[in-house]
């Protein structure tokens, strides 16, 4: 459908509002392709910061579309300011929750304000907010539009932002303290999750403060949560089937779409040059990485990658790279400039490792094609932080994965891996080199790694049916757009 229309009142208008960190824009875009190939009007809004970094990594021409100004064009990006000096780093979670949270309600409200009032642009007819940007859905309701949430992790994270007020309801929130006694406390009660631990449950929590932040604002965000006319996740059922049941159980819950993984549908749907394929990395990719791939042996190359937030220090970097160095096999290490906590300059790499790079043991590069990475045939292995995305793109591409957990649901995701997927293992959360080669090796080619793979084919037979036509996830998208996201009228 061609992207400039004749706006009108049954032309369906969504607004949709990210966390302004890559791993929850890349969701929430994939969503706005499949709206906009469904011939409504979308709004994508950036916060001001998340934005500016766009733009001074790539210019704004990869920001925007073409012909945004266009009288009638059907996908616009907006920006909205949220306070956040543009040197801040993206990886101070607390500072950035709060300034989003004391900000963007007022900026959002007068760009919904401006978008009910602009000539040629058709009534919002809908806001999709991110769960942890729950101003949006505050506002449009305000506002007396219809809204829904998109959490853009896991089920499995979901459900452990849940419990965070039971926790404290229960005494284990604040932890009395960081040792593997409390850390190992059982928790055989959170639904759908047999055998959980507090060290299972999302990383916020693991605090000792009573007047932690993160803890407050997570009780906070999963309250709005409960209150919204649906609830989006970008997961696959078949593997969250029993958390997914147990949030559906709940009488107090709104209905649930598991749309998961969105970028296989709109792979397979969208037309790969419709106006939402637009850029949302700060990260230059490193396309040649795929050359260097052609020319290693089918599953020969372990692939490394901790994602656009998290980050190490100086002793964990050399930690990893002295274990690649050992385990003997090939590597490409994605590593941001910024991944070294304190400083952009420090490489923490030993000279040892940067020779054997050099001689072809190796590649770093500082951001990849990490979907096209994962499906290459060299690729055997993926050593990750576990962030939701990153998992759902290793389902897709067949990969078992290394966990090594730090930050937010990324601890649970492991422990789902680990413990219920069957597809991968994880490192200790101490990082030692030789505990990193002999897992590399083991999962390479040892009889755990066999079964991991084994068990990550499956899955992989799994996503593919569940995201082709007429598959679970694809259904539950045609209901989302049809029940929830393309209505028109006072009724929505």
Known sequence: MDSIVTPSATCPHVVLVPFPAQGHVAPLMQLARLLHSRGAHVTFVHTQFNYCRIVRAKGEAAVRPTSTAAPGFRFRVEVIDDGISLSAPPHDVVALVGALQRNCPGTFRALLRRLSQEHGTPPVTCVVGDVVMPFAAAVAREAGIPEAQFFTASACGLMGYLQYDELIKRGLVPLKGLTNRYLDAPLEWVPGMKHMRLRDMPAFCHTTDPDDFMVAASVEHMKGAVGSKAIIINTLYELEKDVVDALAASSSFPPIYTVGSLAEIVAASAPADDACAIDISVWQEDTQCLSWLDGKAGRSVVYVNFGSVVVMTAAQTQEFALGLLRCGYPFLWVKRPDVVDGSVEELALPEAFLDEVTRGGGLVVPWCPQVAVLKHAA????????????????????????????????????????????????????????????????????????????????????????????????RNVERLLDDVLLLVGSNN
Not at 415 to 432: D, F, H, I, T, Y
Not at 449 to 471: F, H, L, N, Q, S
């Open 379 to 474: 690729v055997g292995l993926f050593v990750t932080h576990c962030g939701w995305n990153s998992l759902l793109e290793a389902t897709a591409a067949g990969q078992p994965v290394l966990g090594w957990p730090v930050i937010a649901e990324q601890t649970t995701n492991c422990r789902q891996v680990c413990e219920c997927w069957n597809n991968g293992v994880a490192l200790p959360g101490e990082v030692r080199s030789g505990v990193v080669a002999d897992l590399v090796r083991e999962m390479m080619s040892g009889d755990l790694g066999k079964k991991k793979r084994a068990k990550a084919a499956e899955w992989k037979a799994v996503a593919v049916a569940a995201t082709m036509k007429g598959g679970s996830s694809w």
